[in-house]
C-alpha cells in the first residue's frame, strides 16, 4: 500500500488544528516533523496526522502541549484513552468564526515574536471585525491566552512585551477618532501598586472613550495616593482599576482601602481583570463593583452617568 502524503490544508481540516498551531507545535515542540515538497510545502503521513489528532484531543481536555509533545503515540493513546467519550460535535469550519480565526493568526504572530505580521492581523482585524467586536472577540481572548502562556513558561517575557506593547498601540490608534465632548464624565484608570500587567487597563480606557467618557489613563502600578490625587484635580465620576497578576498580593487589600478613604464618596471604583475575583472582599468593604467583561463595563459606566445626570 503506498505511503500518502498529505498537505496541510487537508491535516488543519481533519485535525481542527488551523495551519498556524501545526507550525508552531512543529518548530517549537517537534511534536511531528513532516517531509517537504520540492517547493518546501509540509507534507504529513497518515501516522503524523493520527499522532496530531491524539494531541489536539488532549490540548484540548486541558493537558499542555509542551508536556505531551515528546510523548510516544503509543502513550498518547493511552492518556486519550482515559477521556471522556467525546460527543459528535460540527467540523472546525461549520463553528468557527471570523474572530476565531484572526486569534490563531494573531497568536501564532505572537509565537514567532513577529511584530509586523502581528499588527497587520490587528489592523485587518479592526476593519473585519468593526470596533467593539475587534476588542470583545480578539483582543481580550488574545489578552488571556499571553497571559496563561507567560505564566506557564510557554513564551517568554520578550515575546509577552512585544505583544503587549503592540497591542496597547493598536488599541490606543482605535480609541482616537472618538472626540471627548465637551462636559464628558472623566474617568482615571490605572493598575494599582505592584500589578504591571497594563493590558487590561488600556481596554478599559479604549472602551470608555469610545462610550463618549474622558480618559485619564495613569498606567501600570500606581500608589493609591497618586490615584486619587488625580481623580479629586480632574474632578471624576469613577476610578477604574486592572488587576491581572499577582492574585494573591497581601499588600492590596490595604491599598485598596486607601484609594476608598482618599476619595469623595461620590466617586465610583470599578476593578476589572482576571484576577480581580481573588480580591472581592477587599472590593465588596470598599463598595467597589467587579466588572467581568466589557460589556459589564460598559453597563456600570451608563449607570454612574446616569446617576450624575439626574
Known amino acids: 500500500m503506498p505511503d500518502f502524503r498529505y498537505p496541510m490544508r487537508l491535516v488543519s481540516q481533519r485535525t481542527g488544528l488551523s495551519p ?24 504529513y503521513s497518515e501516522a503524523e496526522i493520527v499522532r496530531l489528532e491524539l494531541m489536539a484531543r488532549l490540548t484540548k481536555a486541558g493537558n499542555s502541549i509542551r508536556q505531551i509533545a515528546a510523548l510516544s503515540t ?34 501564532s504572530c505572537v509565537v514567532d515574536l513577529d511584530s509586523p505580521a502581528l499588527s497587520k492581523v490587528l489592523n485587518r482585524a479592526t476593519v473585519s471585525l468593526g470596533i467593539s467586536k475587534f476588542s470583545a472577540d480578539l483582543i481580550v481572548p488574545l489578552i488571556e491566552r499571553i497571559g496563561t502562556a507567560w505564566k506557564s513558561g510557554e513564551i517568554s517575557i520578550g515575546e509577552e512585551h512585544a505583544a503587549s506593547a ?10 482616537r477618532p472618538f472626540a471627548e465632548s465637551t462636559g464628558a464624565p472623566n474617568l482615571v484608570v490605572a493598575t494599582p501598586t505592584g500589578q504591571l500587567h497594563e493590558l487590561g487597563a488600556v481596554l478599559v480606557s479604549c472602551t470608555a472613550r469610545r462610550d463618549g467618557w474622558q480618559v485619564t489613563y495613569l498606567g501600570p502600578s500606581l500608589p493609591a495616593a497618586e490615584i486619587a490625587r488625580a481623580a479629586i484635580r480632574n474632578q471624576s465620576l469613577a476610578v477604574g482599576l486592572s488587576i491581572v497578576y499577582p492574585s494573591d498580593d497581601p499588600q492590596l487589600p490595604a491599598e485598596l482601602l486607601q484609594l476608598r478613604q482618599s476619595l469623595p464618596d461620590r466617586v465610583s471604583i470599578l476593578i476589572g481583570g482576571r484576577s480581580a ?34
Not at 507545535?25 to 510545502?41: K, L, Q
Not at 493511552?78 to 497568536?107: C, D, I
Open 277 to 310: 475575583g481573588y480580591y472581592k472582599e477587599a472590593a465588596k468593604e470598599i463598595g467597589a463593583k467587579i466588572v467581568t467583561d466589557l460589556a459589564v463595563l460598559t453597563l456600570e459606566l451608563d449607570k454612574i452617568r446616569n446617576r450624575r445626570s439626574s
Open 20 to 43: 498556524h498551531v501545526l507550525r508552531v507545535w512543529e518548530r517549537r515542540y517537534e511534536a511531528v516533523t513532516p517531509e517537504r515538497s520540492e517547493t518546501n510545502r509540509r507534507l
Open 74 to 107: 503509543a502513550d498518547l493513546e493511552t492518556m486519550a484513552g482515559a477521556l471522556p467519550s467525546p460527543t459528535v460535535a460540527p467540523s472546525r469550519s461549520e463553528t468557527s468564526s471570523p474572530g476565531e480565526a484572526l486569534l490563531e493568526e494573531a497568536w
Open 166 to 175: 503592540l497591542i496597547k498601540e493598536v488599541l490606543f490608534m482605535t480609541s
